[in-house]
């Protein structure tokens, strides 16, 4: 049983950052790409960044250059630095996985960015 777990969420002024983590945990013989999706109500859940086992990232246009993924390989962990934040990106932040050639999702965390 694979499972992933979010942490990192919170309320946060506009302008300030936080960090998101997401732990896999389980039977996990290979884990390939990794990424942060959001929904924010009312809205289709988007991708945020992704990065694949080779590290290379990509990123929504709206958030280059103010967030930053990363993975600890060693840890089996994606992170999200968030920078910078703005009312619009307050979501539900969720994590996704393509581990042993299959999807898994996270709960998801609640990131919300005050004016």
């Known amino acids: 049983q694979v499972q992933l777990v979010e942490s990192g969420g919170g309320l946060v002024q506009a302008g300030g950052s936080l960090r998101l983590s997401c732990a896999a945990s389980g039977s996990i013989f290979g884990i390939d790409a990794m990424g942060w999706f959001r929904q924010a109500p009312g809205n289709p859940r988007e991708l945020v960044a992704r990065?694949?086992?080779?590290?290379?990232?990509s990123y929504r246009d709206s958030v280059k250059s103010r967030f930053t993924i990363s993975r600890d390989n060693a840890r089996n962990t994606v992170y999200l630095q968030m920078s910078s934040l703005k009312p619009e990106d307050t979501a539900v932040y969720y994590c996704k996985a393509l581990i042993n050639l299959a999807n898994y999702w996270g709960q998801g965390t609640q990131v919300t960015v005050s004016s």
């Open positions: 990065v694949r086992s080779s590290g290379s990232t």
